[in-house]
T-cell receptor, first 117, second 110 residues
């Protein structure tokens, strides 16, 4: 198993450009997540998905869009990049239980380091 | 009050020392708690999960205090390789969502 994979590893964008960060998992996990991590900070949830065709906003969704057409893939789209979106982006996945009370372990991809100039 | 708050670091300890970090959470309905380890510029990796009162794995012990709403991580006999940032995460509501603390940096010196 490759686990959670992300591409690209690094990217530099100019203000106003757009790009898609790719994320894929081969663990047959139902739930997938996108986080951003700014220097010296914890992770902030951008968007998440509990299954194909279902997505929802996290804490910091502005400036981003997602789609989940398959169980395996969860791309994150940046429209009109801004310097405030300079960050490290992590994708994660988890099995996803039926119970709302408990949360399964999330497994993270290696991250994409994005700089917007 | 922040939803999840960790001891501010950094913690600088000698090899062999015992060190403990605390993490407080605000949502009394939270049921799942995690400690992740993050090495510089790498992805977080699960260290321990805590679903009841605590968990132990070798030199690492996590304890949950529901009354005071905090979890702790105890590392005994610290190794140089334990140097990293430790992230606490707490579940919130549906969808398996986690809220992460800002992390506590540990540096173990020879």
């Amino acid at each position: 198993n490759a686990g959670v994979t992300q591409t690209p590893k690094f990217r530099i964008l100019k203000i106003g450009q757009s790009m898609t960060l790719q994320c894929a998992q081969d663990m047959n996990h139902n739930y997938m997540y996108w986080y951003r991590q700014d220097p010296g900070m914890g992770l902030k949830l951008i968007y998440y998905s509990v299954g194909a065709g279902i997505t929802d906003k996290g804490e910091v969704p502005n400036g981003y869009n997602v789609s989940r057409s398959t169980t395996e893939d969860f791309p994150l789209r940046l429209e009109l990049a801004a310097p405030s979106q300079t960050s490290v982006y992590f994708c994660a996945s988890s099995y996803g239980r039926a119970s709302a009370l408990f949360t399964d372990t999330q497994y993270f991809g290696p991250g994409t380091r994005l700089t917007v100039l | 009050r922040k939803e999840v708050e960790q001891d501010p670091g950094p913690f600088n300890v000698p090899e062999g020392a015992t060190v403990a970090f605390n993490c407080t959470y605000s949502n009394s309905a939270s049921q799942s708690f995690f400690w992740y380890r993050q090495d510089c510029r790498k992805e977080p990796k699960l260290l321990m999960s805590v679903y009841s009162s605590g968990n132990e794995d070798g030199r690492f012990t996590a304890q949950l205090n529901r009354a005071s709403q905090y979890i702790s991580l105890l590392i005994r006999d610290s190794k140089l390789s334990d140097s990293a940032t430790y992230l606490c995460a707490v579940n919130i509501g549906m969808g398996g969502k986690l809220i992460f603390g800002q992390g506590t940096e540990l540096s173990v010196k020879p």
